[in-house]
Structures are given as C-alpha cells and as structure tokens.
Antibody
C-alpha cells in the first residue's frame, strides 16, 4: 500500500520561503506524477504543481513565479518550496500521487496534510 | 473564479439518488475525476477516467459526462456519504490541472 507523509514547519514568517517534503513509502517514486495541492482554511482545493519521476515540472500559472518542486528518487521523496509567502498562503498542504491517462488525470494516493500558517 | 464550476451545496434524502455536477469547456475533451472529503480528512478518490472506481469505493458511486458537464451520481445515498465533493480536470489551456470549487452534500 502506497503511503505519503508530508513534513515541514507549521509556521512560516511573511516574506520567507515555505518548505515541505513528502516521503513516499510502499512504492517507487520512479513513475507517476507527484503533486502538491493546498486547501486554505474553510475553502476548496488548489492544485500547486507536479514533478515527474524524471524531474519535469508543471506549475499552476498563478503560483509559477514562486514555486519550485523537486524530486529525489534516491530518497523516494519530493519537495515543495514556495517563496515570498503571505497570509494568503496559509493552508493545509497535501502531497499526492498523480496519474495522467490519455484523456484524464487523477490523484489516487494522498498524504494526511500539513497545516502551514504564515504569521509573524 | 474556477475553470470548473460546481454548485456550492446539494441535499438528498437518505436512500435517494443525487447527481453532483461539474461544468467546464475542457470537459468536452477530458474526463473529470471526483474526490470525497470529510471534515479533517484528506480527499479520497471516488471516480476517475470515464467511470472507474478505485478498489473499496462502493458501487453506488458512478460518473458520466455530457457535453461540457461531468456528473457524479450517488444511487441510494447513505448517511456516510455526507461530505464535500470536488471535481478535477485540466485547465482551459489543457496544460495544467484545476479543481472545481466543491459541492457540500447533505444527506437528510
């Protein structure tokens, strides 16, 4: 059974960089797409971006200038960095495994989520 | 505003059938995937691709598409189906991913 586990600080100061890591267990990271998705308190899901096992990336256009997602296949993990954060970046951050088919995409395994609060 | 549009809230009587919809031009080309989210929990995939259910998802959940609208149907809704439901597909340009705004389902 594939499991994903996010880790990282729960509090980040405004203007600093948010950094999270997702460790994948029970399966190899050397396939699929590996995404970050966030959910502000009381609001809906927002896709941030993904990295493939080969390192190719795709980011949401509204966050592209501030986001970096990297994969480390040797450690079976991938990471998120979001720079210049503001209170609007306060959210539960999820990592998820994604699959891209010819005419559809989906996320079949999710981490439990990591609440990150941006505050001084 | 989201490129995928969902009704904010829907209700259904216990045991009845409910359809939750997701509208977007990209859905004429791509299928939607559907996620169930209960309070304090991570989303759970319930439908993907044309109409596929992951192992463990009850067969009362089904998916369909007509024109620019994808639908998640729950046939014989149960109390435990009360949750938020999100659709997901490509963005309008086809090169990034988006979620719908979510639908809160109440089972009466």
């Amino acid at each position: 059974q594939v499991q994903l586990q996010e880790s990282g600080p729960g509090l980040v100061k405004p203007s600093e960089t948010l950094s999270l890591t997702c460790i994948v267990s029970g399966g190899s990271i050397s396939s699929y797409y590996w995404s970050w998705i966030r959910q502000p308190p009381g609001k809906g899901l927002e896709w941030i971006g993904y990295v493939s096992y080969s390192g190719s990336v795709n980011y949401d256009p509204s966050l592209k200038s501030r986001v970096t997602i990297l994969v480390d296949t040797s450690k079976n993990q991938f990471s998120l960095k979001l720079s210049s954060v503001t209170a609007a970046d306060t959210a539960v951050y999820y990592c998820a495994r994604g699959e891209a088919l010819r005419h559809s995409d989906y996320f079949d395994y999710w981490g439990q989520g990591n609440l990150v609060t941006v505050s001084s | 505003s989201s490129e995928l549009t969902q009704d904010p809230a829907v209700s259904v009587a216990l045991g009845q059938t409910v359809r939750i919809t997701c509208q977007g031009d990209i859905l004429r080309t791509y299928y939607a995937s559907w996620y169930q989210q209960k309070p304090g929990q991570a989303p759970l995939l319930v439908i993907y691709d044309k109409n596929n259910r992951p192992s463990g998802v009850p067969d009362r959940f089904s998916g369909s598409r007509s024109g620019n609208t994808a639908s998640l149907t729950i046939t014989g809704a149960q109390a435990e189906d009360e949750a938020d439901y999100y659709c997901n597909s490509r963005g309008s340009s086809g090169d990034h991913l988006v979620f719908g705004g979510g639908t809160k389902l109440t089972v009466l």
